[in-house]
């Protein structure tokens, strides 16, 4: 769902982190963000709110975590 990859990299770049440096302190492989944000992999819903959310979630609107997570809730 590119609607999710968008969002994410939103997210991603208010939260002031590049790809790598959110891969970095999520603990995951730096193509992991790379490939969500382009679609080319399908979100994994206990990745997502386990290893990124916490570090996306302070700098982000409740509404955009919650848009986020459904999107991710889908696959």
């Known amino acids: ?3 999710f990859g968008i969002l994410l990299r939103h997210m ?3 939260a002031g982190l590049t790809q790598s440096g959110l891969a970095h302190i999520a603990k ?3 193509s992991l963000i790379s490939h969500l944000e382009t679609g080319k992999r399908q979100p994994n819903y206990f990745v997502l ?3 990124i959310m916490p570090h996306l979630a302070p700098y982000n609107s409740p509404d955009d975590i919650q848009r986020l997570l459904a999107l991710a ?3």
């Open 49 to 51: 709110t386990k290893g």
């Open 1 to 3: 769902n590119p609607q």
């Open 73 to 75: 809730w889908r696959f």
């Open 28 to 30: 995951y492989d730096s």
């Open 12 to 14: 991603r770049i208010r």
